[in-house]
Each structure stands twice: as C-alpha cells, then as structure tokens.
C-alpha cells in the first residue's frame, strides 16, 4: 500500500525521472525501524526513488535539504555516486511541507557527516 501511495503520488524517480518501476523503490525518509505504526503508513514519509539514490539515501550517503537540492556526504565519493547513477546536481521534483519534518530527522539521524 506504501509503494502504491508512492507511485501515485510521484509517478516516477523523485530526483531522476526514471519510469521503469523494476528500477525504483519506495523509500521511507525517517526510517521504517524508527517510525510508529502511522509513520511508516504515511505517504508524506516516503519517497520514489532509482535503486542507487535509494540505497544511498537508506545508508545516509545522500539527503535533500529544505529546497530539495541533493546534499551528498564525504562519505560518498564522486566515482561511486557516478557510477551508482546518482545525479550530483540532482534534487527533489517537489521539496513537499508536510514531508519536512521527517526530512529534518533524515539529515539529524541517518545522514553520515564528516566524521
């Protein structure tokens, strides 16, 4: 139900466009272990994104800032973020108001910072 709300919502890769649904997934902003029950059902905390930005984003590689522009950590160098296809200059279609919240836990909790 989550990925549906998602594919209805976003229609394809939030960042990057792609359409083919075998190569996106429905991301979860503040994450699904932390989340209570109506967190993890709701929309506003979800994300579609293409399998590489998906995969950096769950590991804190990437996050959006309030505008919607991609912020990649120095964890994440240049060649992988290419070679996973992960747009540098990319951004958010849509930075959405009631997404902001969970977005702000994304960049306190997940995101991995310079250490």
Same mark, same amino acid.
């Given at each position: 139900?989550?990925?549906?709300? /998602? ?9 990057? %466009?792609? $359409? !083919? /649904?075998?190569?996106?997934? $429905?991301? =979860? ?8 029950? #109506?967190? +993890?059902?709701?929309?506003? !905390?979800?994300?579609?994104? #293409?399998?590489?930005?998906?995969? +950096? ?7 959006? $800032? ?6 990649? #950590?120095?964890? /994440? #160098? ?11 200059? %990319?951004?958010?279609?849509? $930075?959405?108001?009631?997404? +902001?919240? &969970?977005?702000?836990? =994304?960049? =306190? &909790? ?6």
């Amino acid at each position: 139900a989550f990925r549906q709300q /998602l594919l209805e919502r976003w229609g394809t890769c939030a960042v990057t %466009g792609c $359409a !083919n /649904l075998a190569l996106v997934r $429905a991301s =979860h902003i503040k994450p699904w272990a932390d989340c209570d029950a #109506s967190e +993890a059902r709701d929309p506003a !905390n979800g994300l579609l994104l #293409s399998a590489g930005l998906d995969a +950096a984003f769950d590991a804190g590689l990437i996050t959006f $800032a309030p505008d919607g522009a991609l912020v990649v #950590s120095p964890w /994440l #160098s240049q060649r992988d973020a290419l070679a996973t296809g992960i747009p540098l200059e %990319g951004r958010l279609r849509e $930075a959405a108001a009631e997404s +902001a919240r &969970y977005m702000e836990y =994304h960049r =306190h &909790y997940v995101f991995r910072e310079a250490a």
